[in-house]
């Protein structure tokens, strides 16, 4: 990976573009949560960029509109330049829940508010199966600073690193699933986007690429999670001090690989299932229950830890339950889990 194959990119294209933009969002940034009272769950609210571009860009209102989420994850995304690298087998996986998402997924919008950074990029090693995804995207949470209506945010990126697409969620709802009406509900009143079918509700394409996207920012931020830090970036690695200017160095990316070790033991898993079947015992041709071995769907379980009397010292735990290859000769049951270094 160079440096032109990630968001620095974009972020030094702005600087040129409008110099001491950065700067200037600085105090917008202090000033929205000194003054407009912006919760700490988001850096800064994208209507500070919005009016950043409207006062010192004069920007007209289509251009503001499309441009303030952009400079927005930007400014936030630069503080840290988090990178999470997926292998493509466990982000294939993950986004397969995306797309089978029902209502019995009781995924608490609150595990989104508890970001290992405020603004993360992420993208996958290769290509996936369709187009939906966006393969390259920043993610984030914002917040409107005079509804405090909170949204995540995705930003994709086109292949070349040079333009970005917005997409949001309205976190309106305890659940995941249940924000989604309210998303749709807003985004119907702007954009007429292609429809898709999920549990008989026309849902814009736009929503879709929302919850896939989300998927993988979930991983991030769940617990016992297969990250490790990318051996080749780690050995460049130089993070900004504290107190020191941004310098917008490919130096300053903490680059960390996903699913190392859960990607390839999915690919074994997918090797045995379509291998040719061996013949079955005389016992199990006898009690003819032998199946064809099959892998069976990993899914999101969560829970709270700390005592009920102190509800201020309670946290929510999100884990996601590992794929499991059922059927198999060898091993009846494999179950994947990561391995930590």
């Given amino acids: 990976m160079t440096e032109n194959e990630t968001p620095l990119k974009l972020c030094r294209k702005w600087s040129e573009m409008a110099p001491g933009c950065f700067d200037t969002l600085d105090v917008l940034c202090r000033e929205s949560h000194e003054e407009m009272g912006v919760s700490d769950v988001c850096d800064l609210p994208i209507g500070a960029a919005y009016e950043y571009l409207r006062v010192k860009c004069h920007l007209e209102k289509d251009g503001r509109a499309r441009l303030a989420s952009e400079l927005t994850g930007l400014y936030i995304w630069r503080k840290h330049k988090v990178i999470y690298n997926f292998d493509h087998t466990l982000a294939q996986e993950l986004v397969a829940q995306a797309d089978a998402i029902t209502e019995d997924d009781k995924i608490p919008t609150e595990i989104l508010l508890r970001p290992p950074y405020p603004c993360v990029y992420i993208q996958t090693d290769k290509p996936l199966a369709g187009d939906s995804l966006p393969l390259k995207f920043m993610a984030w949470i914002e917040e409107d600073a005079n509804s405090h209506v909170r949204e995540f945010r995705v930003q994709s990126f086109s292949d070349d690193m040079e333009h970005t697409k917005t997409f949001m969620l309205e976190l309106t709802k305890p659940t995941v699933y249940d924000c989604i009406y309210d998303t ?4 119907a009143k702007y954009h007429t986007f292609a429809k898709f079918q999920l549990n008989n509700i026309h849902i814009d394409e736009s929503v879709r690429v929302v919850l896939r ?48 070790v859960i990607g390839h033991t999915l690919r074994r898993a997918e ?71």
Wanted: with cysteine; charged share 25%.
């Fill in 213 to 260: 996207a989300m998927q993988l920012y979930l991983y991030v931020c769940s617990d016992q999670a297969d990250i490790r830090e990318n051996p080749k970036q780690q050995g460049i690695y130089r993070p900004r001090q504290p107190g020191q200017p941004i310098k917008d160095k490919f130096r300053e990316i903490d680059m960390k690989d996903v699913g190392v």
């Fill in 271 to 341: 090797q045995e299932s379509s291998a040719p079947q061996a013949t079955p015992s005389t016992d199990e041709a006898k009690q003819g229950n032998h199946k064809r071995p099959h892998t069976r769907r990993g899914h999101w379980h969560h829970y709270w830890t700390g005592p009920k009397s102190e509800p201020e010292q309670r946290k929510l735990i999100l884990k996601w339950t590992h794929p499991i290859l059922v059927g198999g000769y060898t091993d009846n049951v494999v179950t994947m889990f990561p391995v930590k270094e």
């Fill in 184 to 187: 749709v509900a807003t985004t």
